[in-house]
């Protein structure tokens, strides 16, 4: 875990902090798999999921998960015989990874925007990396391994030219061309040994998605989202095929050896293999699921795994001569397939602003508590908008988090920008809190989380005084990224007690989030300003002679309940206003003060609606009065 | 505001008092000369009408009648010349007001009984009843309405009322200014943004009258969805009911039934029928829109002439996943770039493509404007293509002339071409060019509004119209299928309370045509026309038209072929000055101009279908 530059603290840039509700262990991938290598030597399969987590299958099976990155990974290569791996994620960065081990080695954070596509020159090892901010910069394996903590810093060569975002990168094994595809829809050529511009090669009529370039260097395929392959001799700058196979978009593209067949995929769930001398002479390798992303040869170059939206990685074989030349005809069963999990596609927050209710990609409804951060309930193939509606709750709680489902994962967002983390207080009751010091305690939501997310951090578990009321697990990755930005640091809610990441988390929780989590600090309620006015039957001789001019114009905190507004209704409004203590409790309550009145008595009215007395002011402004203005509220009293 | 009126005139060709007076003598002999020679019968009534007018000695002849500055108005006078000689559009008002004020009396008749639904289409059909309800049209407007009218409507019904009396000055010839401060008023009232006595943008007082007549025609709409049963009335009158409900079997079968008496008995299933006739029909209707059956009560000319639809259409670049999002739109806001270069590339060949090129767009959503896609539920590039899935028959070009800066709102000067006829630049016709077809229609530039000056506050509007349209009325007129003969709506009313105005100027003037004579109007060159266009129909006085024309300074240059057809004449309305121009100075007038302030703001172009 070296090199992790947590970004400097100076910017501008607002820190928000974040988590992700996973299990402990994710061994199916939760969404698409962006891209694939394979390790002949042990046979180990390494996936990259659109669930930022890369999984590596040994003899097919999980063998363990490499998670670090924060975001869609969108390309990997396995470099030095199959000891590093290096990948590209959408959280702009690339990382150095140990295969074997599975842990990252470094972060590089040159990329300004989503790192699209990788290229790898084996003999020379060095890797290019290229993505939406149009650079590409090349990178030496061997020094980039060889990074450590101190020696932090790697210098790179960057391929200037591309006026648009690169979306594929191809790299000839001996590293003497490599070529770009673009929304250009162009191709553009460069050398690495000497960074020089090359040339471009026009002919597409839309973003090119996939590249390969043959082992000399002296051919290449593309294929783009015009849903044609090209076959461009690169001596003579110029196309010599156009294979048009697929009905749409083609994403992936494999050539064989000799470069004498090319198999695609793309976005109509085909794969097809084409003979490079004939293009009429294509073959069907498989119809997906879903549109394909990625294929990889097998050991034996005789079938491919392919990738697509779906979670399921399966193995195709591919056609042989016999099958070109009709004599036999092609399975429509994969030799094998690993079997992916489902995304979560949808996710509602319930009322209470807490429980968010969910939909995978299966159908699967399920129940979230962001609080402690895990599934609490499976409710199975049910409609998600009846059980949407089933649990309405008339209770208004403001907004504290923003919910973000890019990886398949449900990721909480907690910040200061629109939404204030800050901004929802409960009673302790309501939040589910027993043996809370006082009866009416209140919570805030954004507090209780953050206090779970930094809790070995502070090392607070140990003070029975303050103690948690919940606690998230430590399993949770909890990321601080720049807000709509990038990612700074990511760590498990349980490691950050450990001596590197305390310093780095020193370094890296914004202000903002220590200054709100001591359980000291002072309390910054939500107000809201309301008018009390009295009802036409209320007798005038009961009011207060200034009570009759013009209505009251409070404030009070958004969770103040309407029995509250009716005691002050009885202390202050009614009467000579000697009645006892102030904001009595609900003992008090039921206890007639001097004028003969009690609060069960006064009716309060919003927008001619009778109000609960356990109904707070901001469900009242938000169900009942429904306007941004000042709520105003009618009182009268009732004889029971 | 006057120093750039002076400015617009002298742009003009210079004309001295003694060449001035030496044209006045030509225009009268020429008329003579023309009336002797060429004039076919059926104009000989405009002569002797324009006879009569030579007398009155003006020296400032108008084609049409005129709108007076009231302080600051030019804004309003621009776009009321607009609006009149707008195709279409003075017809269209017509009858929706006249359906207004059909369904409201009767609404209000509805409302005054209590009794049964079966007693009260009996009591409708009498025809006493139908007298007081043509008398409720002709007290449009009055205060007897049991249902309030709402401002909005008023609006509609004063801008009609205008129409009203411009028709009435230009049968009467009488070429006074005419003062809209009772339009004025009603739109102050309806809508604050025009109160004061400040200059207003010309296109934001399109757009509320626009909307304004869109939203009345809606409530009418709604009123008659409500209570289908006032329709019914319409049917007491055979002509025109078969003519709307022409392509309804339902609603024929019904009528037939109640042919056969048995009124009380059959009209309760009559009005069922008449429900679900009704929301079947609206469908029908979409589908028809191109027929000219569609001129049913409520039918919604504004958003049929003036709507177009557009498409944006955002494409991510991850999934490639296409979403399409459809908005109505009244004018199209074109940005004036104000690179110099772009000017080059403006050359003649490409002109008629130039709104396209700024309106049709494509533009890539990336970097720190990423594009949140649903389908994979995150940022993602994505490229934006702005499309018009539909272009209205009349569209409304508003050039970008005001840009809000830090130092204030400021025009843009840089010139713009405007072509007389645009390729159209639908999605339809987009394609068909890529196929190398001929697209279907073309636009026609129609109308212009010209601002004058510096400034929105100071500046200065000024209307050209594309003018006079032959002999024969306009086509709209022509195949109206809400004509009614003698029906009770108000196009006949006021049609023969019109007639009767001039019938009495014409005795008082000793130029007596027989009532017959003038009432045949309605019947030109054998084609039956709409009888509206003798109650607020546009009625340019011929004669002062081709005068001014063949009066222009540049007939002393005999060798040039005389110009200009009728219909190749504009009207520059400088509020009240009209003045008819050739196209060949109109287009002088829109040409280039280093340093000019007098640009093109807003552009009507009619649709035409080859």
Redesign the interface.
Same mark, same amino acid.
């Given at each position: 875990m070296a090199n992790l530059k947590p970004g400097n603290q100076n910017t501008r840039k607002k820190v928000q902090v974040s988590m992700v509700i996973c299990a402990a262990e994710e061994e199916r991938h939760r969404s698409g798999v962006n891209a694939l290598q394979l390790d002949p030597a042990l046979d180990r399969l390494y996936s990259a999921g659109r669930d930022s987590i890369i999984r590596v299958y040994e003899h097919e099976k999980f063998l363990h998960g490499m998670e670090h990155h924060t975001?869609?990974v969108n390309d990997v290569v396995l470099c030095c015989g199959g000891r590093h791996l290096i990948s590209a994620s !959408?959280d702009t960065t690339v990382k150095v990874w140990n295969a074997h081990k599975g842990f990252c080695m470094s972060t590089l954070r040159t990329h300004k925007?989503y790192v699209k596509a990788l290229a790898y020159a084996k003999e020379r090892e060095q890797v290019a990396s290229a993505g939406?901010d149009k650079s590409i910069y090349l990178w030496d394996i061997n020094t980039l391994t060889a990074l450590t903590a101190s020696n932090n810093t790697v210098t790179t060569s960057s391929l200037m030219g591309s006026k648009? !975002?690169i979306?594929s990168l191809a790299m000839n094994p001996s590293g003497s061309i490599i070529v770009s595809g673009s929304?250009e829809k162009a191709l553009r050529l460069w050398d690495p040994r000497t960074c020089a511009k090359l040339f471009k090669l026009k002919g597409h009529a839309d973003?090119v998605k996939a590249l390969v370039v043959s082992k000399d260097g002296t051919q290449c395929l593309s294929g783009s989202?015009d849903g044609s392959i090209k076959l461009w001799n690169l001596g003579s700058q110029r196309n010599i095929q156009t294979i048009r196979v697929h009905s749409?978009?083609v994403w992936a593209l494999l050539a064989t050896e000799n470069f004498s067949h090319a198999i695609s995929g793309g976005?109509d769930k085909k794969v097809i293999m084409t003979d490079l001398k004939n293009i009429s002479n294509s073959i069907i390798v498989c119809v997906e699921e879903a549109?394909i992303l990625k294929m990889c040869f097998t050991a034996d170059q005789q079938a491919v795994w392919v990738s697509s939206?779906d979670s399921s990685i399966r193995c195709w074989k591919l056609p042989t001569d016999k099958h070109f030349k009709e004599e036999a005809r092609m399975s429509a069963a994969p030799v094998s397939q690993i079997s992916g999990g489902a995304a979560i596609?949808r996710a509602s927050v319930l009322n209470d602003k807490r429980h968010i209710l969910t939909k995978d990609a299966q159908g699967n409804v399920a129940i979230y508590d962001v609080l402690r951060a895990r599934k609490v309930d499976d409710l199975g193939q049910v409609n998600f908008e009846d059980e949407e509606k089933n649990r309405f709750k008339m209770v208004y709680v403001p907004n504290w988090f923003n919910i973000?489902?890019?990886t398949g994962m449900l990721t909480i967002h907690l910040g200061q920008d629109e939404v204030d983390c800050f901004s929802a207080w409960v009673s302790a009751r309501d939040a589910g809190i027993r043996d809370t010091p006082e009866p009416d305690h209140k919570v805030n939501y954004g507090k209780l989380l953050l206090q779970a997310l930094f809790e070995h951090w502070r090392g607070v578990e140990t003070d029975p005084e303050n103690r948690m009321y919940f606690s998230v697990p430590k399993h949770i990755p909890l990321i601080l990224s720049e807000v709509?930005g990038r990612t700074l640091y990511r760590v498990l809610v349980g490691d950050t007690s450990g001596d590197t990441e305390n310093a780095l988390l020193n370094e890296t929780v914004p202000n903002w989030v220590i200054s709100n989590i001591e359980e000291n600090c002072t309390n910054k309620f939500i107000k809201v300003q309301f008018y009390l006015q009295p009802h036409s039957s209320v007798p005038s001789h009961l009011l207060k002679q200034d009570r009759m001019k013009k209505p009251d114009r409070l404030v009070a905190n958004d969770f103040i309940q309407c029995r509250k507004v009716a005691e002050h209704i009885l202390e202050k409004l009614l009467g000579d206003g000697t009645a006892s203590s102030p904001g009595c409790g609900d003992a008090d309550s039921s206890t007639p003060s001097n004028n003969g009145y009690n609060v069960d008595q006064i009716e309060l009215t919003c927008n001619e609606q009778v109000l609960d007395p356990s109904m707070d002011l901001r469900t009242v402004k938000h169900f009942i009065w429904k306007s941004s203005s000042d709520l105003t509220l009618f009182y009268k009293i009732i004889n029971k | 505001m006057t120093i750039l009126e002076e400015d617009v005139i002298s742009l003009r060709p210079k004309q001295t008092p003694t060449e001035n007076k030496y044209i006045t003598s030509e225009q009268i002999k020429r008329k003579y000369l023309f009336k002797e020679d060429s004039v076919p019968p059926k104009r000989q009534a405009f002569d002797m009408l324009n006879g009569y007018r030579e007398r009155n000695g003006d020296n400032q002849d108008s084609p049409v009648s005129t709108l007076s500055n009231m302080g600051n108005t030019c804004f309003l006078n621009s776009v009321l010349y607009t609006l009149r000689f707008a195709p279409t559009f003075l017809h269209n008002l017509h009858h929706l007001i006249g359906d207004l004020a059909l369904v409201g009396s009767r609404l209000s008749q509805n409302k005054a009984k209590t009794s049964s639904l079966g007693r009260n289409i009996g009591s409708i059909t009498d025809p006493s009843s139908r007298s007081t309800s043509s008398k409720d049209l002709l007290s449009l407007g009055g205060s007897n309405d049991l249902i309030p009218k709402s401002k909005v409507q008023i609006v509609t019904e004063k801008l009609h009322e205008l129409f009203q009396i411009m028709h009435n000055l230009e049968m009467k010839e009488s070429m006074d200014p005419y003062q809209p401060v009772a339009l004025l008023q009603a739109i102050r009232e309806a809508n604050s943004i025009f109160e004061g006595n400040n200059q207003q943008d010309a296109h934001e007082l399109l757009v509320y009258l626009l909307d304004n007549i869109r939203e009345t025609g809606d409530v009418l709409a709604q009123q008659v969805q409500q209570y289908p049963e006032l329709l019914n009335e319409t049917e007491t009158t055979p002509m025109n009911s078969r003519k709307i409900w022409a392509r309804r079997p339902a609603w024929a079968k019904s009528y037939k039934k109640k042919d056969k008496g048995a009124k009380e008995a059959i009209s309760e299933e009559h009005i069922n029928g008449s429900n679900s006739t009704d929301i079947g029909d609206s469908g029908s209707v979409d589908s028809n829109n191109e027929t000219t059956g569609n001129r049913k009560i409520g039918y919604n000319f504004v958003a049929e002439d003036f709507e177009g639809i557009t498409l944006r259409r955002t494409k991510c670049?991850e999934?490639?996943c296409v979403t399409e999002r459809k908005e109505p739109f009244y004018d199209i806001p074109v940005p004036i770039s104000v690179k110099d270069d772009d000017r080059e590339s403006t050359n003649v060949s490409n002109e008629h493509d130039i709104f396209r090129r700024a309106c049709v767009t494509t533009e890539?959503l990336?970097?720190?404007n990423k594009y949140l896609c649903e389908t994979?539920?995150?940022y993602n590039?994505a490229?934006r293509e702005v499309l018009f899935e539909k272009l209205p028959k009349m569209m409304v070009l508003q050039l970008k002339r005001f840009t809000t800066t830090t130092s204030g709102v400021q025009k843009v000067n840089t010139y713009l071409p405007t072509p007389l006829v645009l390729r159209c630049f639908c999605e339809t016709c987009c394609k068909m060019e890529d196929t190398d077809r001929p697209p279907h229609h073309r636009y026609q530039l129609c109308c212009v509004i010209m601002h004058v000056g510096g400034s929105m506050a100071s500046g200065h509007y000024i209307t050209y119209v594309r003018g006079g349209n032959d002999a024969a009325p306009p086509r709209d007129y022509c195949d109206c299928p809400r004509d009614t003969p003698k029906g009770g709506s108000l196009s006949a009313s006021s049609s023969e309370k019109a007639l009767n105005v001039i019938n009495r100027l014409l005795k008082t003037r000793g130029v007596v045509e027989g009532r017959n004579g003038l009432g045949s109007k309605s019947v030109v060159h054998g084609m039956r026309t709409c009888k509206s266009i003798d109650c607020c129909g546009l009625r340019t006085n011929k004669t002062v038209l081709e005068n001014a024309i063949n009066g222009l300074p540049k007939k002393t240059d005999r060798d040039r072929p005389l110009p200009s057809r009728p219909d190749d004449v504009w009207l520059e309305c400088d509020d009240e000055t009209v003045k008819p121009i050739t196209t060949e100075e109109f287009v002088e007038e829109l040409s280039f101009k280093p340093n000019s302030t007098s640009t093109p703001y807003l552009l009507f172009y009619a649709k035409i279908t080859d």
């Open positions: 975001d869609w !959408s925007d939406l648009e !975002s979306y929304t973003n989202s749409d978009s976005r549109p939206w596609r973000d489902l890019k709509g | 670049l999934c490639e890539k990336c970097d720190a994979c539920s995150r590039e490229s």
